[in-house]
Protein backbone atom coordinates (compact mmCIF):
# COMPACT_ATOMS: atom_id res chain seq x y z
CA UNK A 1 0.00 0.00 0.00
CA UNK A 2 1.42 3.46 -0.88
CA UNK A 3 1.44 5.94 2.21
CA UNK A 4 0.31 9.44 1.29
CA UNK A 5 -0.58 12.64 2.68
CA UNK A 6 -4.48 12.37 3.41
CA UNK A 7 -3.37 12.99 7.13
CA UNK A 8 -1.63 16.26 6.24
CA UNK A 9 -4.86 17.19 4.11
CA UNK A 10 -7.51 16.42 6.92
CA UNK A 11 -5.50 19.33 8.98
CA UNK A 12 -4.36 21.81 6.84
CA UNK A 13 -7.15 22.82 4.08
CA UNK A 14 -6.54 24.67 0.55
CA UNK A 15 -3.44 22.94 -0.31
CA UNK A 16 -2.22 23.64 -3.55
CA UNK A 17 -1.57 20.91 -5.86
CA UNK A 18 1.77 21.32 -5.71
CA UNK A 19 2.03 21.32 -1.90
CA UNK A 20 -0.15 17.27 -1.96
CA UNK A 21 2.25 15.96 -4.64
CA UNK A 22 4.96 17.60 -2.46
CA UNK A 23 3.64 16.50 0.55
CA UNK A 24 2.12 12.47 -1.14
CA UNK A 25 6.11 12.32 -2.33
CA UNK A 26 7.54 12.44 1.14
CA UNK A 27 7.03 9.08 1.96
CA UNK A 28 8.89 7.58 -0.81
CA UNK A 29 11.94 9.97 -0.44
CA UNK A 30 12.28 9.15 3.12
CA UNK A 31 11.99 5.45 2.87
CA UNK A 32 14.74 5.34 0.35
CA UNK A 33 17.11 7.92 1.88
CA UNK A 34 16.42 6.66 5.26
CA UNK A 35 17.24 2.63 4.36
CA UNK A 36 20.96 4.65 2.92
CA UNK A 37 21.10 6.82 5.89
CA UNK A 38 19.60 6.75 9.17
CA UNK A 39 17.72 9.69 10.09
CA UNK A 40 14.58 8.73 11.15
CA UNK A 41 14.22 5.43 13.26
CA UNK A 42 13.18 2.37 11.63
CA UNK A 43 10.08 1.78 13.43
CA UNK A 44 8.99 5.02 13.04
CA UNK A 45 8.73 5.54 9.11
CA UNK A 46 5.13 3.83 8.67
CA UNK A 47 4.61 6.84 11.26
CA UNK A 48 6.12 8.93 8.86
CA UNK A 49 2.90 11.93 8.34
CA UNK A 50 1.89 11.83 12.06
CA UNK A 51 5.02 11.68 13.82
CA UNK A 52 7.38 13.64 12.00
CA UNK A 53 5.36 15.52 9.48
CA UNK A 54 2.44 16.81 10.70
CA UNK A 55 4.65 17.55 14.54
CA UNK A 56 6.65 19.71 12.17
CA UNK A 57 3.59 21.05 11.19
CA UNK A 58 2.20 21.57 14.86
CA UNK A 59 4.22 25.20 14.63
CA UNK A 60 2.10 26.22 11.54
CA UNK A 61 -1.31 26.05 13.67
CA UNK A 62 0.57 28.75 16.16
CA UNK A 63 1.89 31.28 13.31
CA UNK A 64 1.11 31.70 9.87
CA UNK A 65 4.45 33.26 8.40
CA UNK A 66 4.29 36.30 6.38
CA UNK A 67 6.32 35.93 2.80
CA UNK A 68 10.04 37.08 3.38
CA UNK A 69 10.02 35.51 6.87
CA UNK A 70 13.53 34.22 7.49
CA UNK A 71 13.84 30.89 9.52
CA UNK A 72 16.67 29.17 10.48
CA UNK A 73 16.03 25.05 11.57
CA UNK A 74 18.74 23.99 13.91
CA UNK A 75 19.85 20.25 14.35
CA UNK A 76 17.22 19.66 11.46
CA UNK A 77 18.62 16.02 11.22
CA UNK A 78 16.68 14.56 8.24
CA UNK A 79 14.82 17.60 7.60
CA UNK A 80 12.23 18.26 10.69
CA UNK A 81 10.78 20.83 11.03
CA UNK A 82 11.87 22.86 8.14
CA UNK A 83 11.06 20.72 4.87
CA UNK A 84 6.87 20.27 5.68
CA UNK A 85 6.98 23.72 6.37
CA UNK A 86 9.42 24.75 3.80
CA UNK A 87 6.26 23.30 1.36
CA UNK A 88 3.67 24.76 3.75
CA UNK A 89 5.11 28.27 3.08
CA UNK A 90 6.66 28.27 -0.24
CA UNK A 91 7.36 32.06 0.06
CA UNK A 92 9.59 31.88 3.06
CA UNK A 93 13.18 31.02 3.52
CA UNK A 94 14.11 28.47 5.06
CA UNK A 95 18.06 27.85 6.49
CA UNK A 96 17.99 23.87 7.53
CA UNK A 97 21.55 23.04 9.59
CA UNK A 98 22.88 19.72 11.21
CA UNK A 99 26.06 19.26 12.39
CA UNK A 100 26.20 16.07 10.84
CA UNK A 101 26.94 15.99 7.13
CA UNK A 102 25.24 13.07 6.14
CA UNK A 103 21.92 14.11 7.45
CA UNK A 104 22.16 17.58 5.29
CA UNK A 105 23.11 15.02 2.58
CA UNK A 106 19.44 13.76 3.16
CA UNK A 107 18.03 17.58 3.13
CA UNK A 108 19.97 18.81 0.50
CA UNK A 109 18.41 15.49 -1.91
CA UNK A 110 14.97 15.49 -0.36
CA UNK A 111 14.68 19.27 -1.25
CA UNK A 112 16.21 19.16 -4.58
CA UNK A 113 13.56 16.16 -5.31
CA UNK A 114 10.74 18.21 -4.43
CA UNK A 115 12.19 21.64 -6.27
CA UNK A 116 12.01 23.52 -2.92
CA UNK A 117 13.78 26.51 -3.94
CA UNK A 118 13.27 27.81 -0.79
CA UNK A 119 15.43 25.70 1.44
CA UNK A 120 19.36 26.05 1.49
CA UNK A 121 20.84 23.67 4.08
CA UNK A 122 24.26 24.01 5.56
CA UNK A 123 26.74 21.08 7.46
CA UNK A 124 27.48 23.68 10.14
CA UNK A 125 26.65 24.02 14.00
CA UNK A 126 24.30 26.33 15.08
CA UNK A 127 27.03 28.60 16.51
CA UNK A 128 28.97 28.88 12.91
CA UNK A 129 25.65 30.53 11.42
CA UNK A 130 26.42 34.21 11.09
CA UNK A 131 22.83 35.75 9.54
CA UNK A 132 19.94 37.04 11.41
CA UNK A 133 16.40 35.18 11.23
CA UNK A 134 12.83 36.13 12.31
CA UNK A 135 12.44 32.66 13.75
CA UNK A 136 14.62 29.90 15.01
CA UNK A 137 12.61 26.39 14.92
CA UNK A 138 13.83 23.10 16.38
CA UNK A 139 12.67 19.96 17.70
CA UNK A 140 13.67 18.49 20.68
CA UNK A 141 17.56 18.69 20.30
CA UNK A 142 18.57 19.20 23.56
CA UNK A 143 17.49 21.16 26.80
CA UNK A 144 16.23 25.05 26.75
CA UNK A 145 19.23 25.85 28.62
CA UNK A 146 21.67 24.40 26.40
CA UNK A 147 19.94 25.04 23.25
CA UNK A 148 19.41 28.90 23.79
CA UNK A 149 23.07 30.26 23.91
CA UNK A 150 23.51 28.29 20.53
CA UNK A 151 21.07 30.82 18.98
CA UNK A 152 21.18 33.82 21.28
CA UNK A 153 21.68 36.95 18.51
CA UNK A 154 20.71 35.67 15.46
CA UNK A 155 17.54 37.56 15.65
CA UNK A 156 16.56 40.48 13.37
CA UNK A 157 15.36 43.66 15.19
CA UNK A 158 12.30 43.81 13.45
CA UNK A 159 9.58 41.79 13.45
CA UNK A 160 7.54 41.24 10.18
CA UNK A 161 4.95 38.48 11.48
CA UNK A 162 1.65 38.89 13.87
CA UNK A 163 3.90 37.90 17.06
CA UNK A 164 7.57 38.84 17.58
CA UNK A 165 11.01 37.18 16.35
CA UNK A 166 11.86 34.23 18.66
CA UNK A 167 12.13 30.43 19.06
CA UNK A 168 9.65 28.28 18.28
CA UNK A 169 10.83 24.88 19.43
CA UNK A 170 8.56 21.63 19.28
CA UNK A 171 8.82 19.45 22.49
CA UNK A 172 7.02 16.42 24.33
CA UNK A 173 6.86 15.86 28.27
CA UNK A 174 6.68 18.38 31.67
CA UNK A 175 8.58 21.11 30.65
CA UNK A 176 7.96 23.14 33.60
CA UNK A 177 11.22 22.40 35.58
CA UNK A 178 13.19 22.80 31.82
CA UNK A 179 11.59 26.03 31.32
CA UNK A 180 12.32 27.02 34.82
CA UNK A 181 16.17 25.95 35.04
CA UNK A 182 16.50 27.63 31.55
CA UNK A 183 15.31 31.25 32.98
CA UNK A 184 13.87 31.91 29.54
CA UNK A 185 10.20 33.70 29.30
CA UNK A 186 8.34 30.69 27.37
CA UNK A 187 5.22 30.14 26.56
CA UNK A 188 3.56 26.21 26.00
CA UNK A 189 1.30 25.48 23.39
CA UNK A 190 -0.24 22.52 23.52
CA UNK A 191 -0.03 20.27 20.14
CA UNK A 192 -3.18 18.44 21.37
CA UNK A 193 -5.20 21.75 20.95
CA UNK A 194 -5.02 21.40 17.08
CA UNK A 195 -4.04 17.55 16.55
CA UNK A 196 -6.48 14.84 17.60
CA UNK A 197 -4.05 11.88 17.98
CA UNK A 198 -2.47 10.36 21.09
CA UNK A 199 0.92 11.17 20.27
CA UNK A 200 0.66 14.67 20.21
CA UNK A 201 -1.20 14.64 24.01
CA UNK A 202 1.95 15.79 25.59
CA UNK A 203 3.19 17.34 22.91
CA UNK A 204 3.72 21.30 22.71
CA UNK A 205 5.13 24.26 20.65
CA UNK A 206 7.24 26.50 23.38
CA UNK A 207 7.44 29.68 22.07
CA UNK A 208 10.07 31.99 23.31
CA UNK A 209 9.63 35.35 22.27
CA UNK A 210 13.20 37.81 21.36
Not at 8 to 21: D, P, R
Not at 94 to 117: P, R, Y
Request: aromatic share 12%.
Amino acid sequence: MEIKSELIQQYFKGLSEQQVARFDQLYALYSFWNAQINVISRKDIDELYERHILHSLGIAKFINFTPGTKVLDVGTGGGFPGIPLAILFPDVHFHLVDSIGKKIKVVTEVAAALGLNNVKASHLRAEQVTDKYDFVVSRAVTRLIDFYPWVKGKFSKESKNAIPNGILYLKGGDLKEEITESRLKAELYPLSDYFTEEFFETKYVVYIPQ
